[in-house]
């Protein structure tokens, strides 16, 4: 069922998860979110309680400890699936993505040169 409700992810999905392949709280979450993408992605509050919810919801994580209001959580094996399959499709798309422009951007470089050229 998770499979199908979290077919793909997105970015913010994706970052919270491997985040969460080391047990934190939601603040070292966001801060660990816009650390390992760059600072590309940020994640505020409202979306990142709203996924730990979804993702707690299909045992795609699990809450470890809960101390007044502050929670922690970590990813389950479930979880490191769903995210290693994302991983590679995210790969496989890369590889289509290089195939294709290695063997079409060269035809298409040349096409472009020739039309500015007859300018």
């Known amino acids: 069922m998770a499979r199908e409700q979290f077919q793909?992810?997105?970015?913010?999905m994706?970052?919270?998860?491997?985040?969460?392949?080391?047990?934190?709280c939601g603040v070292d979450i966001m801060?660990?979110?816009?650390?390992?993408s760059g600072g590309r992605v940020k994640v505020g509050?409202?979306?990142l309680y709203t996924m730990l919810s979804k993702f707690e919801e299909n045992q795609i994580i699990f809450r470890t400890k809960e101390e007044g209001r502050r929670k922690s959580y970590v990813i389950?094996?479930?979880?490191r699936k769903l995210l290693q399959e994302e991983h590679e499709r995210l790969c496989i798309?890369?590889?289509?993505?290089?195939?294709?422009?290695?063997?079409?951007?060269?035809?298409?470089?040349n096409r472009q040169e020739?039309?500015?050229?007859e300018r």
């Open 8 to 12: 793909t992810l997105t970015e913010p």
């Open 76 to 79: 389950t094996e479930h979880g």
């Open 45 to 47: 509050p409202g979306t």
């Open 93 to 109: 798309m890369l590889a289509d993505w290089n195939g294709y422009f290695d063997k079409n951007l060269l035809y298409y470089n």
């Open 14 to 24: 994706y970052y919270i998860l491997i985040a969460l392949s080391e047990e934190c």
């Open 114 to 117: 020739k039309k500015e050229n």
């Open 31 to 36: 801060e660990k979110v816009q650390k390992i």
